[in-house]
């Protein structure tokens, strides 16, 4: 009994937070008919209060909610339009099923709520079937308690009978009535209105059958005050995100220790301030699994609900289904258990009514007449993995890539170049369905898309293997934790990115002669298998500002059945991640989840993968052309150009007049500044600096230094040219990030002949 009051409580709280999005959503989609996502997202949650309240076997509400679902699905179809009519009865029908888990909570059950769901039901049916939608039995009582005009309800005939105190005293008692009962009316619409305004109460615990027995001794239940103690969720979100700093504060310091580790080679201090770096590192390491372990709940209050759930539906069924449960005791964040019990629920349910076969079937297939549904969970380095296997009929490829064909999903070229793999994943598009029929169970193209969806949220990866005759696994993988993950820290071109290390399958290093083109499509061959191509670059739009070698690193990553090569142009390395909001004003950038800050205090945008992924499908960019033409020689000396930065237009004419006999091109800037702004904009393809070092504004050692800053300008040569000759400015020039030295005077021929080392140009 104490698990199924349990199960009960669990789902009088999702069910009271689903009616409350149902209300907001039908309202907004009521002012946006159009947003055909919107509606999709309703019909999800009205199935799932059905599939909840049908296996906790409230039949009232599961009925109720059936109409109501047969509406919003044929508005998804297109087969019925949402008008003010229609969306009168949906809202009335969610105030009924307010009513009902009300009477849930109070009661423990829908049938004490003294309420006919008749009227409901009929207008519900006459909407969904498309005739005219009958006057609310409700609406017709309102009408008659109005007591300003009360109506007459006996015949002239029976007052005629009647003396004229016996009429004014029946006229005065049917006043009375009228009265109480409006005043009751009016009572019920104020505690409606109420509780609408006010966040649904919590449940409180549903009576059992059983007698109420006496409370544990004084002594038994203070001694299990001292074991434990309630702490708000709220407090250990605010302590999670604490932690989060300090393995940011640690990242850093890790960093700074690197630095100056490498600065101060062979100084004593170094290995007092490794003991104590190592030190805050190890606590840090420590204090963060303890903070997490305080959030973690067993899966087991997610698992506990199913061999119930199981044996209903082999009842419902008529089949024999036996469920193996294992690694109950496996531990997860409590905002992730509380999201993965959904996702759970279909593909169990999807096994017993799809998977499994009937008895008779499966003894002809040389099977078990009972069949077997696995549910087992284990930890896999910094994530969880949960597999759902039955040993079922199996998935059909070809019968899922004709049905396919057949809605419109894919055309008869993508289906003959999908693999297996690819064809079990059809099963994950919205409103496909394999079922003969809609019941109770499934059958509307409801729930894989949703199983699919959720598990992207939490920055998992579900993977489907099947075999006909032999049956069906489901894997998902999952991280223990939402606020910090393990990430592979990758550069592209100037920015760097952080990809999920879940997601990640395999980095490899590959030449650009391994990139070919398949039916415009990137294409890779890994060992036995055609992986797609696509620059991280090219997706987020990066610049392309240095120009890339002959070789380049290629990161693998996953999502369900799919496969995707990221060309990356670094690879940084591993590393803790803490996940940081984008706020208001960035949120909702496709193809990133969020944001972290590295080691050095710069920050780093964290990808999204299925959003990458889907932003990856619209690329045409020929990668391999692409970065030839980057890599192509600079020949002739009209390819190059020299930036000169001088406040002296005498100084820059001498310059530019030193250049002519090389033929190369010059540029010009007046100070420092406005020659870091040039370079900034990516307007010229700058190959040498020519720097005065006495400039306003900015001097040339602060511009050689902020040049230096930027990865693409490591080895881009800059030229001193000025009259400071003392060895303290040479160094200083060095320090800076100078490459050559001139001092004033020189001859235009010493100058031409420096340009064109740095250049690689021969003398003529």
Same mark, same amino acid.
């Given at each position: 009994?104490? =698990?199924?009051?349990?199960?009960?409580?669990?789902?009088?709280?999702? /069910?009271?937070?689903?009616?409350?999005?149902?209300?907001?959503?039908?309202?907004?989609?009521?002012? *946006?008919?159009?947003?055909?996502?919107?509606?999709?997202?309703?019909?999800?949650? @009205?199935?799932?209060?059905?599939?909840?309240?049908?296996?906790?076997?409230?039949?009232?509400?599961?009925?109720?909610?059936?109409?109501?679902? %047969?509406?919003?699905?044929?508005?998804?179809?297109?087969?019925?339009?949402?008008?003010?009519?229609?969306?009168?009865?949906?809202?009335?029908?969610?105030?009924?099923?307010?009513?009902?888990?009300?009477?849930?909570?109070?009661?423990?059950?829908?049938?004490?709520?003294?309420?006919?769901?008749?009227?409901?039901?009929?207008?519900?049916?006459?909407?969904?079937?498309?005739?005219?939608?009958?006057?609310?039995?409700?609406?017709?009582?309102?009408?008659?308690?109005?007591?300003?005009?009360?109506?007459?309800?006996?015949?002239?005939?029976?007052?005629?009978?009647?003396?004229?105190?016996?009429?004014?005293?029946?006229?005065?008692?049917?006043?009375?009535?009228?009265?109480?009962?409006?005043?009751?009316?009016?009572?019920?619409?104020?505690?409606?209105?109420?509780?609408?305004?006010?966040?649904?109460? /919590?449940?409180?615990?549903?009576?059992?059958?059983?007698?109420?027995?006496? @409370?544990?001794?004084?002594?038994?239940?203070?001694?299990?005050?001292?074991?434990?103690?309630?702490?708000?969720?709220?407090?250990?979100?605010?302590?999670?995100?604490?932690?989060?700093?300090?393995?940011?504060?640690?990242?850093?310091?890790?960093?700074?220790?690197?630095?100056?580790?490498?600065?101060?080679?062979?100084?004593?201090?170094?290995?007092?301030?490794?003991?104590?770096?190592?030190?805050?590192?190890?606590?840090?390491?420590?204090?963060?699994?303890?903070?997490?372990?305080?959030?973690?709940?067993?899966?087991?209050?997610?698992?506990?609900?199913?061999?119930?759930?199981?044996?209903?539906?082999?009842?419902?069924?008529?089949?024999?289904?036996?469920?193996?449960?294992?690694?109950?005791?496996?531990?997860?964040?409590?905002?992730?258990?509380?999201?993965?019990?959904?996702?759970?629920?279909?593909?169990?349910?999807?096994?017993?009514?799809?998977?499994?076969?009937?008895?008779?079937?499966?003894?002809?297939?040389?099977?078990?007449?009972?069949?077997?549904?696995?549910?087992?969970?284990?930890?896999?380095?910094?994530?969880?993995?949960?597999?759902?296997? =039955?040993?079922?009929?199996?998935?059909?490829?070809?019968?899922?890539?004709?049905?396919?064909?057949?809605?419109?999903?894919?055309?008869?070229?993508?289906?003959?170049?999908?693999?297996?793999?690819?064809?079990? /994943?059809?099963?994950?598009?919205?409103?496909?369905?394999?079922? @003969?029929?809609?019941? !109770?169970?499934?059958?509307?193209?409801?729930?894989?898309?949703?199983?699919? *969806? !959720?598990?992207?949220?939490?920055?998992?990866?579900?993977?489907?293997?099947?075999?006909?005759?032999?049956?069906?696994?489901?894997?998902?993988?999952?991280?223990?934790?939402?606020?910090?993950?393990? /990430?592979?820290?990758?550069?592209?071109?100037?920015?760097?990115?952080?990809?999920?290390?879940?997601?990640?399958?395999?980095?490899?290093?590959?030449?650009?002669?391994?990139?070919?083109?398949?039916?415009?499509?990137?294409?890779?061959?890994?060992?036995?298998?055609?992986?797609?191509?696509?620059?991280?670059?090219?997706?987020?739009?990066?610049?392309?500002?240095?120009?890339?070698?002959?070789?380049?690193?290629?990161?693998?990553?996953?999502?369900?059945?799919?496969?995707?090569?990221?060309?990356?142009? *670094?690879?940084?390395?591993?590393?803790?991640?803490?996940?940081?909001?984008?706020? %208001?004003?960035?949120?909702?950038?496709?193809?990133?989840?969020?944001?972290?800050?590295?080691?050095?205090?710069?920050?780093?945008?964290?990808?999204?993968?299925?959003?990458?992924?889907?932003?990856?499908?619209?690329?045409?960019? !020929?990668?391999?052309?692409?970065?030839?033409?980057?890599?192509?020689?600079?020949?002739?000396?009209?390819?190059?150009?020299?930036?000169?930065?001088?406040?002296?237009?005498?100084?820059?004419?001498?310059?530019?007049?030193?250049?002519?006999?090389?033929?190369?091109?010059?540029?010009?800037?007046? !100070?420092?500044?406005?020659?870091?702004?040039?370079?900034?904009?990516?307007?010229?393809?700058?190959?040498?600096?020519?720097?005065?070092?006495?400039?306003?504004?900015?001097?040339?050692?602060?511009?050689?230094?902020?040049?230096?800053?930027?990865?693409?300008?490591?080895?881009?040569?800059?030229?001193?040219?000025?009259?400071?000759?003392?060895?303290?400015?040479?160094?200083?020039?060095?320090?800076?990030?100078?490459?050559?030295?001139?001092?004033?005077?020189?001859?235009?021929?010493?100058?031409?002949?420096?340009?064109?080392?740095?250049?690689?140009?021969?003398?003529?």
């Amino acid at each position: 009994m104490d =698990d199924i009051q349990e199960i009960l409580e669990d789902f009088l709280v999702e /069910a009271f937070e689903l009616i409350e999005q149902l209300d907001q959503d039908l309202v907004e989609l009521e002012n *946006t008919p159009e947003d055909l996502e919107l509606l999709n997202s309703i019909f999800r949650v @009205a199935h799932t209060i059905k599939g909840s309240s049908s296996f906790l076997s409230f039949d009232i509400l599961t009925k109720l909610t059936h109409h109501m679902e %047969d509406v919003l699905n044929k508005a998804r179809k297109g087969e019925l339009k949402l008008t003010e009519d229609v969306m009168d009865v949906v809202l009335e029908s969610i105030d009924m099923m307010k009513s009902l888990l009300n009477c849930i909570r109070d009661n423990g059950d829908d049938t004490s709520i003294g309420m006919d769901l008749a009227d409901i039901i009929t207008r519900l049916e006459a909407v969904s079937e498309g005739k005219d939608i009958p006057d609310s039995v409700e609406e017709e009582i309102e009408e008659e308690t109005q007591v300003e005009e009360p109506e007459e309800e006996a015949s002239e005939a029976d007052y005629a009978k009647m003396s004229d105190d016996e009429v004014e005293a029946e006229i005065e008692r049917l006043l009375s009535e009228k009265k109480a009962e409006a005043k009751k009316k009016r009572a019920a619409k104020e505690a409606k209105e109420t509780e609408k305004s006010s966040p649904a109460p /919590a449940p409180t615990p549903v009576p059992s059958a059983k007698p109420t027995k006496a @409370a544990p001794p004084a002594k038994k239940q203070t001694s299990t005050l001292e074991q434990t103690i309630r702490v708000e969720v709220s407090r250990l979100d605010h302590l999670m995100n604490l932690i989060g700093e300090l393995v940011l504060g640690k990242n850093r310091l890790l960093k700074i220790y690197d630095d100056v580790e490498e600065r101060y080679e062979g100084e004593k201090f170094l290995e007092e301030l490794n003991q104590v770096v190592s030190a805050i590192s190890l606590v840090t390491t420590d204090l963060q699994i303890a903070v997490m372990k305080t959030r973690m709940l067993p899966i087991a209050k997610v698992f506990n609900k199913f061999p119930r759930m199981v044996r209903d539906l082999s009842r419902e069924l008529g089949k024999g289904i036996e469920l193996k449960i294992s690694g109950e005791e496996t531990e997860l964040d409590k905002s992730i258990v509380e999201e993965i019990g959904d996702p759970l629920v279909h593909i169990i349910r999807n096994s017993c009514d799809h998977g499994v076969e009937d008895g008779e079937v499966r003894e002809q297939w040389g099977k078990s007449k009972t069949g077997l549904i696995e549910l087992k969970a284990y930890n896999e380095g910094n994530s969880i993995v949960i597999e759902i296997t =039955d040993d079922g009929k199996g998935l059909d490829a070809d019968l899922l890539r004709s049905k396919a064909i057949e809605r419109g999903m894919i055309s008869e070229q993508e289906a003959d170049s999908m693999s297996d793999k690819e064809a079990f /994943a059809l099963i994950f598009k919205p409103a496909f369905s394999m079922a @003969a029929k809609v019941t !109770n169970v499934s059958g509307r193209g409801v729930g894989m898309d949703v199983v699919k *969806t !959720n598990i992207e949220k939490l920055n998992g990866i579900i993977e489907i293997d099947s075999e006909i005759g032999k049956g069906t696994a489901i894997k998902m993988k999952i991280p223990l934790t939402l606020a910090i993950i393990q /990430a592979l820290l990758v550069g592209s071109q100037e920015e760097y990115y952080a990809i999920p290390l879940a997601s990640v399958s395999e980095t490899v290093r590959i030449s650009l002669d391994e990139i070919y083109t398949v039916e415009g499509r990137n294409v890779l061959r890994l060992r036995d298998e055609v992986l797609s191509l696509v620059r991280l670059s090219d997706i987020f739009g990066v610049k392309q500002v240095y120009e890339p070698g002959e070789h380049t690193y290629v990161v693998v990553i996953g999502l369900a059945e799919s496969k995707l090569g990221l060309i990356v142009d *670094t690879l940084v390395g591993q590393e803790e991640t803490v996940i940081k909001s984008m706020g %208001d004003y960035l949120q909702g950038i496709s193809g990133i989840a969020g944001a972290t800050i590295r080691g050095d205090g710069g920050v780093t945008l964290i990808v999204d993968i299925a959003s990458l992924m889907n932003m990856a499908k619209g690329l045409k960019i !020929n990668i391999r052309e692409s970065m030839q033409t980057k890599n192509k020689t600079k020949t002739n000396p009209e390819d190059y150009t020299v930036l000169i930065v001088d406040d002296s237009k005498m100084d820059r004419t001498i310059m530019k007049k030193s250049m002519e006999p090389i033929g190369i091109k010059t540029i010009e800037a007046s !100070n420092g500044q406005e020659a870091l702004n040039m370079l900034k904009s990516g307007e010229h393809d700058i190959d040498v600096m020519l720097i005065d070092i006495e400039m306003p504004r900015m001097d040339g050692y602060t511009l050689a230094s902020e040049i230096r800053k930027y990865s693409r300008y490591k080895n881009l040569p800059l030229i001193a040219v000025t009259s400071r000759t003392s060895k303290a400015d040479r160094l200083r020039g060095v320090e800076s990030g100078m490459t050559e030295y001139i001092t004033k005077p020189y001859s235009p021929e010493y100058l031409e002949n420096v340009v064109r080392k740095n250049t690689k140009l021969t003398a003529e």
